[in-house]
């Protein structure tokens, strides 16, 4: 007989299916692989949608994050976690504001500046291509002038973009008009007349990007219009037998996955900022999520794309699992920042949701012991979906996060775990270090994989620290990145950046930019405690990725940003030096275009502005990123 969930679950399906649309559909010609166009089983209703038309009603327009979501200070002076979206949201965080007094020095007392709302004074005049905007009004296409629609898409999330919002500097460049495509046919009219009438385009989904790749140049005389993809979010059809699905390529995450879930389904693709980061984002900057293990990278999960670019659009015309047909033009897709196009829709993996998922974590006497542990478990490629190693910065951060003890009962037993990892086991507490999990699939399977998993970590004097602890480490994930914006309040800079680079390379390289942050924090007269953390995120057979935490006092410093930006480009440097990449999934936008010679040769730079040179002859898409 069925179970209960199996019953739930074709009832939602049901229902969906009920909701279909019965409209007309693009459909990929198929003619180099088949005879026949791919069957579309069925199309979705879409649910509740993150990111509205007007977005800063819903999300902050100079932070991270939901405007209801954030960390402050109650009656009593102890942070809490404002908002009710998240597991931490309503709680009590009793140690966080003395590990912030002794990681960075923050003093409640000392604050800093930012502006409350808009001075749209501020804002330059648009500048108006009369063509296009009469083009758009003919067609249907929604547009805007309006300042605040221009100024909430005029930047990213990187920590000088918000440290200048907050201080009501609303730069000197702003897009001139916005405009807001509903379906692939308006991306396909809204470049063809950019083309015919010469206006720049720059395209934006959920606006997280950290490397300047949606900030309008400044020198740039044409009107520049941004792309609001994040009204093109629909899932267009679902094959459950060839477990594929056509996506507009504006969704959101977390709203692609819920969707998904309706139908048992899923593509396991989640980045830190799945939350808000759209699909098109994703696959614009080759992004990589915390369960790549299982479901892999972005690059994994693309089967099919259609890039709409100046010289038409750029797709294959098969929906095969694989071809062999000369270079892959998804190859020119994946990675191009916006610069060559606008992606309208993916075809991508989908899988049936896991029907066993479990947390779990490994506490290791140092650094040094989980990375060699994470090592071995990549080779035996037994790694579970998630596996991500912080090291002791992070891990004593992780524990000033605890919410508040609700009982006495539960206080004591985190005192006998701490007594029996530290007098017992002989663990020092400022040089252990913790790495979280999450094993996903069959029962069987997630069996099979905690074994081999804590069977190795023993080898590396790994001792397991329990389900709770592996839970709230990857659900903090997504509330850490609110962080940034206390710090903002307290005079506090911060930033995460990250890298890949061979197992060989892994310890040292996090050694070396740890210490070479520090010398360079003093080189620029930081007063205060420096935060420089790291932790592995992603693991692969011949390497890993890892993500650096830099934050520091700014108090005493002349330009904060310069000093700022001197650390990060000091970091990266030595990132470089020592065997690293330019980036694993950020991408390079225009904050890293100058390191892009010491990562790719001059004949691989000539090759990709070639292609430029062909798809975009007039730099229609003249963000300037990448080369």
């Not at 093109?232 to 977390?254: K, P, S, T």
């Amino acid at each position: 007989m069925a179970s209960d969930d199996d019953k739930k679950r074709s009832s939602k399906r049901m229902e969906v299916l009920s909701h279909h649309l019965h409209t007309e559909k693009r459909i990929l010609d198929c003619t180099l692989c088949s005879k026949e166009k791919p069957k579309i089983k069925h199309m979705l209703k879409p649910g509740s949608r993150t990111i509205p038309r007007k977005r800063e009603e819903v999300i902050k327009w100079n932070g991270w994050g939901y405007n209801d979501s954030k960390f402050a200070l109650n009656e009593k002076g102890e942070v809490v976690f404002t908002g009710s979206r998240y597991k931490l949201s309503g709680l009590t965080l009793p140690l966080l504001r003395q590990w912030m007094t002794s990681s960075i020095g923050i003093n409640i007392d000392e604050t800093s500046f930012s502006v409350k709302g808009v001075d749209t004074s501020k804002i330059p005049e648009p500048i108006i291509n009369q063509q296009f905007k009469d083009y758009m009004a003919e067609e249907g296409i929604e547009f805007s002038s309006d300042p605040i629609d221009r100024l909430v898409r005029s930047h990213g999330h990187t920590c000088d973009e918000l440290f200048l919002l907050r201080q009501g500097d609303v730069g000197k460049r702003l897009p001139d008009v916005v405009v807001f495509p509903l379906k692939h046919d308006d991306v396909v009219k809204i470049v063809s007349s950019a083309t015919k009438n010469n206006v720049c385009l720059i395209p934006i989904g959920g606006g997280t990007s950290v490397t300047w790749a949606l900030i309008c140049p400044e020198n740039e005389k044409r009107c520049v219009v941004m792309v609001d993809m994040t009204q093109m979010n629909r899932i267009l059809w679902v094959d459950e037998q060839n477990l594929l699905a056509c996506v507009e390529a504006g969704i959101v995450g977390q709203d692609l996955e819920r969707d998904l879930e309706n139908l048992g389904l899923c593509t396991g693709h989640e980045p830190d900022s799945m939350e808000f980061s759209s699909l098109g984002g994703w696959v614009a900057t080759r992004a990589s999520g915390m369960k790549k293990n299982i479901y892999g990278n972005i690059e994994d999960l693309v089967v099919h794309t259609s890039m709409v670019t100046p010289k038409g659009v750029l797709e294959k015309k098969c929906l095969a699992p694989r071809v062999s047909a000369g270079p892959d033009l998804h190859e020119f897709i994946l990675g191009s920042e916006g610069t060559l196009g606008i992606i309208s829709e993916v075809t991508m993996r989908i899988r049936p949701l896991p029907k066993c998922k479990k947390y779990g974590s490994i506490i290791f006497p140092d650094f040094e012991h989980g990375v060699d542990c994470l090592r071995e478990i990549a080779r035996k490629r037994c790694a579970p979906a998630s596996i991500r190693l912080m090291d002791n910065p992070q891990f004593r951060f992780g524990q000033a996060l605890k919410p508040e003890t609700e009982s006495l009962f539960s206080s004591f037993i985190d005192g006998l775990k701490k007594f029996y990892v530290t007098l017992v086991k002989g663990y020092d507490p400022t040089n252990m270090c913790v790495a979280t999990l999450l094993f996903e699939g069959d029962a069987e399977v997630v069996e099979q994989q905690e074994k081999a998993v804590y069977q190795i970590a023993a080898q590396f004097s790994g001792m397991p620290a329990g389900e709770d602890n592996g839970q709230r480490g990857y659900m903090l994930t997504f509330v850490i990145a609110y962080l940034r914006d206390v710090g903002f309040d307290y005079e506090v800079v911060s930033e995460s950046f990250e890298t890949s680079a061979p197992w060989d390379r892994i310890k040292d390289l996090c050694r070396n930019v740890k210490e070479r942050v520090a010398h360079e924090c003093n080189n620029q007269g930081v007063k205060y405690p420096v935060l420089s953390t790291c932790r592995v995120t992603q693991t692969y057979d011949s390497g890993a990725c890892v993500y650096f935490y830099l934050a520091f006092k700014y108090r005493g410093l002349p330009d904060p940003l310069a000093s700022y930006m001197a650390v990060e480009e000091a970091a990266r440097d030595e990132i470089l030096s020592c065997g690293g990449s330019i980036s694993h999934h950020h991408g390079i936008g225009k904050l890293r275009k100058h390191f892009v010679p010491r990562s790719v040769t001059e004949a691989g730079i000539g090759a990709i502005k070639s292609v430029k040179d062909y798809l975009d002859p007039d730099n229609i898409f003249g963000s300037g990123n990448l080369v």
